[in-house]
């Protein structure tokens, strides 16, 4: 009876063997060239392993795109954690961390893994994930990915993954020896919206050197011509979006930032240059908000800047009330020694937090809802972090309107920011209206705080490059006015924004910088003036 | 201590605003003193001493407070094995807090008044030109250890950094190899200054041998410490998608660079479409930054930490234990070495080896002692003073940004290569001499 059972046993072990030859059905000559030194031939094998048309490399591309895949005495390894595998027979073997040899991917490698593993998905059932394939394998095809973009969209019921797919089929085709297939492709390409589309057809336009056309058949020449047409036309309006939406976004930081300083230097008349630290200090409190969540909560990491939110306004806040009630309140009325003590304070503020947390900057990094951006076509994309700031700048606004105009305080500091004497008389405890303003006024810095670390750098000089910007931004507003902050602040955002294409970076901040010293020239008191009587006037 | 600063202000406040701002400087300097304490040193007769001149406030604060750390670290090193010439070294700290004229100042109080040996100082070449004609001067010696643009040789200053033919050249002809994706159209950004604004210059004629036409070169400066970036991504991404590959050489400096990374990111370039290479961006720079969407991006130097080698295991291992021992913010939790930290400490001990060999501290017995000094350095490589023109024979690397900050190292140069501090694509610099005027100028 012995010998069925080894029968058995052997059939088991037979049927086993198969399967996995199966699951790993690769050409091992052809994985081996993965790991060669030169960059040639890593490439010629991921282009065979696409001719082949084998799902079952993906785990092995993956591996080699995640830096997973290494050489153990010549053989191909998978590391997982502290796992390794054999990268064909995926059985476990022992690859001690100092015999592992690193395989080198770059930028030329790394952009064909991509595509590679992209087109070797195209044939999956999940719908996402095939959108997802279609579009990586649109931005750079290869020959090699014809046969598999061809059975993918004879098979493909879904508009949008058929639509990637007919510009991917179409980029490859533009470059087919049969006029009428280029035709065809040079059609489609000027319907799509893929980056590389206009520098292709541009080609197509172009002549040699001897004066004869790069492209010899007339017809698709036409329709490349006719079809990059029709891609300008519609890059236009996203364009005109994208330079809009900049200026918006610079506008909104602009205006988080100066906000807090509307307050304390528009309405209160403290001349306040520490004000730049309240927002450094929001920023690190955005930092120690993201620190504790890493320790203590790190499956709520990406909301950390909800909580990061009350703590900067708290935290400012705090800082603010307290500089209010030990020093500026005893230089009411001397702004000269206001600006020179919150000089002081700003000096002192930023040494402490450099001496707390290191001269260095701090790595505030973007939640992962935050990253990324928002494809408008034609290569436009709206970050994600901008979006989000310029939504809580108008939130922000909104509140502190909200505050002023239908608040019992809201209306004692209007009251005592337009006639001190008078507001006293009718009762109105000005020291506490005092207070509670600045710390208000230091709060919403902070709250700009919370938005510059999603952008900018968290350093402790962060306030001292933004000082001068609020300054410019209430000053053009109008001193004691918040519409006037507003529109100045995306005004100038706008105007920055539409200069800097032609004129860079430098020169468009001193234009900017000479348009407002006129500006003030002619009306110096600002964009909107208070009108009517006041105390000082 | 807010307290007594309070007290302080009020008691200025009272007696009116004569001297007001004299006054206020004293009370700041109050604050200073208070707030951010400097090394005490220790005083005695039998030492050397070593003048230390990197910004520790300030806009370079971000790249220049590690380089101090990395030579008290070491100087303690060498006091440990007994000094130099039977003396022990003495560092003198000082702070010229980011502000060109003051590095001037300090650096003469360093040599005139402190009669320090020698000096390891300075980051920006506006800092290094300020100091220059001190140095000339009063004959001090000056270590000097970052890349820069070249166009400078003087007997007073050795250079452990990278002239443009160590970093620049290569990393832009491994751009344009098929490895590095064959680009065939540049975009020069930079921060307006004379580092980048030269090196850009070099770049440009050194394109021009390799037949890429003026209309294929996008020049763009910004100012120090630019936060906004989407108009020159944007600019990027339309002169990328008007034909031909396109890679971006970066000279941004200092903490520009976070904001122009996490845009690079949010916008979606990726390396694979439009690579940006960065030659004042290392480890510590990305510090602050996710370096998730980076990958790939570029950087070239002298050094990287991800180097594999016993030499540079050792150099990384002592400097986390000397963060954590001295409880230096950043590096005690998460220690980086990077390129200029290499070249300081090459600085260091090179400068000892001379000092033994010359017998003496002697300004210009050292300066004759430094030529054909070797050490090996964490490079992998033993790097060489070259015998006439002040500056060190380095290999160089092209590292590309993984998702752990880290670089992965995907071109080097089979060995090291001599320094040309004149570059030949600059006209007029052939008829320099690759060394230095022996005499000083007045």
């Not at chain 1, 750098?457 to 053009?476: K, R």
């Not at chain 1, 924004?497 to 600002?526: C, D, N, S």
């Not at chain 2, 303690?76 to 004229?101: F, H, M, Q, R, T």
């Not at chain 2, 390129?339 to 090459?346: F, G, H, K, L």
Request: hydrophobic residues 45%; charged residues 20%.
């Amino acid at each position: 009876m012995t010998r069925p059972k080894w029968y058995r046993l052997a059939a088991i072990a037979f049927l086993l063997l198969a399967s996995l030859g199966r699951a790993f059905a690769i050409d091992g000559e052809t994985a081996k060239q993965l790991g060669a030194e030169d960059g040639d031939a890593k490439l010629a094998a991921i282009q065979r392993l696409v001719g082949a048309a084998d799902p079952a490399a993906i785990p092995l591309l993956k591996a080699l795109q995640d830096d997973a895949l290494v050489l153990v005495k010549g053989r191909l390894v998978i590391i997982d954690g502290d796992k390794a595998k054999d990268a064909l027979s995926g059985a476990s073997v022992d690859a001690p961390a100092d015999q592992r040899e690193a395989i080198t991917v770059n930028n030329r490698i790394r952009a064909a893994l991509d595509g590679a593993i992209a087109s070797l998905k195209l044939v999956s059932p999940d719908r996402a994930e095939r959108v997802a394939a279609a579009r990586a394998v649109a931005g750079d095809p290869s020959d090699e990915m014809l046969p598999l973009i061809k059975t993918a969209l004879s098979k493909e019921t879904d508009d949008e993954v058929k639509r990637w797919l007919n510009q991917a089929r179409a980029l490859v085709e533009i470059k087919n020896s049969d006029p009428a297939l280029r035709r065809a492709a040079a059609k489609l390409l000027g319907v799509g919206d893929i980056p590389q589309a206009k520098q292709i057809l541009g080609k197509l336009l172009e002549k040699n050197p001897a004066g004869s056309f790069i492209e010899a058949d007339a017809g698709v020449r036409d329709e490349a011509s006719n079809a990059l047409r029709a891609i300008e036309r519609r890059a236009l309006m996203p364009q005109i979006v994208a330079t809009l939406f900049s200026g918006l976004s610079l506008g909104s930081v602009l205006l988080l930032a100066a906000l807090g300083l509307a307050i304390t230097f528009g309405l209160m008349g403290i001349i306040n240059m520490a004000h730049g630290e309240m927002l450094m200090l929001g920023a690190y409190t955005t930092y120690v908000a993201q620190s504790l969540f890493r320790a203590y909560l790190p499956g709520w990491l990406d909301w950390y800047i909800v909580a990061a939110v009350p703590m900067a306004f708290a935290v400012a806040a705090l800082v603010g009330i307290a500089l209010e009630r030990l020093v500026i309140r005893f230089l009411y009325g001397r702004p000269l020694e206001t600006l020179l003590t919150t000089w002081g304070i700003s000096l002192m503020l930023t040494q402490s937090v450099r001496s707390l947390f290191g001269a260095q900057n701090v790595e505030v990094a973007n939640p992962s809802w935050m990253s990324g951006g928002f494809n408008l076509g034609a290569d436009v994309v709206l970050p994600y972090n901008r979006v989000v700031i310029i939504f809580f700048a108008a939130f922000v606004v909104f509140l502190v309107w909200l505050f002023l105009s239908r608040t019992r305080l809201g209306l004692y500091v209007r009251a005592v920011t337009q006639n001190r004497t008078m507001a006293d008389c009718m009762g109105i405890p000005t020291p506490r209206v005092d207070w509670m303003t600045f710390g208000l006024g230091s709060g919403i810095a902070g709250l700009g705080g919370v938005a510059l670390s999603q952008i900018g750098n968290v350093g402790p000089d962060l306030g001292q490059s933004y000082i001068v910007d609020s300054f410019m931004v209430v000053v053009l507003g109008g001193v004691g006015q918040l519409a006037g902050t507003i529109i100045a602040a995306v005004g100038l955002g706008e105007i920055n924004k539409f200069l800097e294409p032609f004129t860079g970076a430098v020169l468009g901040k001193i234009f900017v910088l000479i348009i407002i010293i006129l500006f003030i020239q002619k009306r110096p008191q600002g964009l909107f003036a208070l009108k009517g009587r006041m105390a000082e006037s | 201590m807010i307290t007594g600063a309070v007290k302080e202000l009020k008691g200025l406040l009272r007696e009116g605003r004569r001297d007001f701002i004299k006054r206020m400087a004293t009370f700041m300097a109050i604050g200073g003193l208070v707030l951010g304490p400097m090394p005490a040193l220790a005083q005695s007769k039998d030492t050397i001493k070593i003048g230390v001149l990197h910004s520790l406030s300030g806009t370079m604060a971000i790249s220049e407070t590690v380089l101090k750390d990395t030579v008290l670290m070491a100087i303690e090193e060498i006091n440990a094995k007994g000094g130099v010439l039977g003396k022990k070294l003495e560092p003198v700290v000082v702070d010229p807090a980011s502000n060109w004229p003051l590095f001037a100042e300090k650096a003469r109080q360093l040599i005139a008044q402190d009669k320090v040996a020698t000096v390891f100082g300075c980051w920006t070449s506006v800092s290094r030109k300020s100091v220059l004609p001190v140095f000339e001067e009063l004959n001090g010696l000056l270590f000097y250890p970052v890349q820069y643009e070249g166009e400078e040789l003087s007997k007073n200053v050795f250079y452990t950094g990278a002239a443009p033919n160590q970093q620049a050249i290569p990393a832009v002809e491994y751009l344009m190899s098929k490895d590095g994706g064959a680009a065939k159209r540049f975009v020069l950004l930079g921060t307006d200054y004379v580092y980048p604004r030269t090196t850009n210059k070099i770049l440009r004629a050194f394109l021009k041998t390799k037949n890429i036409p003026d209309a294929d070169i996008m020049e763009e400066y910004t100012p120090f410490g630019h936060t906004d970036y989407q108009t020159i991504i944007g600019k990027i991404k339309k002169f990328a998608g008007e034909g031909k590959r396109t890679a971006v050489i970066s000279t941004i400096n200092g903490d520009s660079n976070v904001p122009f990374y996490k845009e690079l990111g949010n916008q979606g370039l990726k390396a694979k479409d439009v690579p940006v290479v960065a030659f004042s961006v290392g480890e510590e720079e990305l510090r602050g930054v996710d370096t998730k969407p980076l990958v790939g991006h570029l950087a070239a130097w002298n050094y990287f930490q991800s180097l594999k080698n016993p030499t540079n295991d050792e150099f990384v291992k002592k400097w986390a234990a000397y963060a954590k021992a001295k409880n230096l913010p950043g590096h005690k939790d998460k220690p980086l070495t990077n390129d200029p930290m290499e070249a300081t400490y090459i600085g260091v001990y090179m400068w000892k080896q001379a000092v033994e060999k010359a017998k003496s501290t002697d300004t210009d017995k050292v300066i004759a002692a430094m030529a054909g000094q070797t050490f090996k350095a964490p490079s992998g490589f033993t790097a060489k003073m070259d015998e006439k023109n002040h500056h060190l024979h380095k290999p160089v690397f092209v590292g590309e940004v993984k998702a752990d900050g880290q670089f992965n190292i995907v071109w080097k140069t089979s060995g090291p290569v001599k320094a040309k501090p004149w570059s030949p694509y600059i006209a007029g610099n052939d008829k320099k001499k690759d060394e230095p005027e022996m005499t000083a100028k007045k």
